[in-house]
């Protein structure tokens, strides 16, 4: 997707570890329209599969989760990442290590919301190591569930993540693939 590329050149800032902050639009403020764009390209993307849930990660998925899942027509389930008072224990649950913060965390989707008659797309902001997606793909294949394939805004294929996840036949697209990133803050997209 062009407009994402020439807006990540635009309003992004490479940041040590190799971390692209996108706050401007994805992570803190967010660009709501350019948000219902990206949700049409992965409708263009995966129209013809019969999506019944949208399945996200809290929190920087959720926008961009909800503008795919206005287009299908179909809810958006969001996995959490922490056990609250009104989460029953009834729930999918798979541990997960975070690449931005570095610790491992356990995340929970209640079980009456995926079922085995669903087909599921992921929807995430970004693919680095791909322990995120590892995680969604877990909690599908607990309800029994297809996984239709995964819908990335910001794919990093310097990590390894993305290879590794269609190595398995899974279906990722990612609407900006970014090839290399410098310390100095260039960024060049992948081919
Ligand atoms: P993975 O699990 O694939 O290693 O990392 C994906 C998750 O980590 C995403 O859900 C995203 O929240 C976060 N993440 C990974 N890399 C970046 C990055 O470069 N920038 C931002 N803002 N988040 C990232």
């Known amino acids: 997707m062009k407009a994402l590329e020439e807006k990540i050149l635009r309003e992004g800032q490479v940041y040590p570890g190799g971390v692209l902050k996108v706050g401007s639009f994805l992570n803190h403020q967010i660009d709501v329209p350019f948000m219902v764009e990206m949700g049409r390209e992965?409708?263009?993307l995966y129209k013809d599969e019969k999506i019944t849930k949208i399945l996200t990660i809290e929190t920087s998925g959720i926008a961009i989760a909800v503008m795919c899942a206005a287009e299908f027509g179909v809810p958006v389930v969001f996995a959490k990442k922490h056990q609250t008072k009104n989460l029953t224990n009834d729930c999918y649950v798979t541990p997960?290590?975070?690449?931005?913060h570095g610790n491992d965390y356990e995340a929970r989707v209640e079980k009456q919301f995926l079922n085995a008659e669903d087909r599921v797309l992921i929807i995430d902001d970004f693919l680095a190591n791909g322990a995120a997606l590892d995680g969604l793909i877990d909690i599908i294949k607990q309800s029994g569930a297809h996984c239709v394939g995964c819908g990335i805004a910001i794919e990093k294929?310097?990590?390894q993540g993305g290879a590794r996840i269609r190595e398995q036949g899974i279906r990722v697209e990612s609407l900006a693939m970014i090839g290399e990133m410098t310390e100095d803050g260039q960024i060049t997209f992948a081919e």
Not at 96 to 100: A, C, G, N, P, R
């Open 42 to 44: 992965f409708h263009r």
């Open 96 to 100: 997960i290590h975070s690449y931005t």
């Open 157 to 159: 294929v310097f990590q």
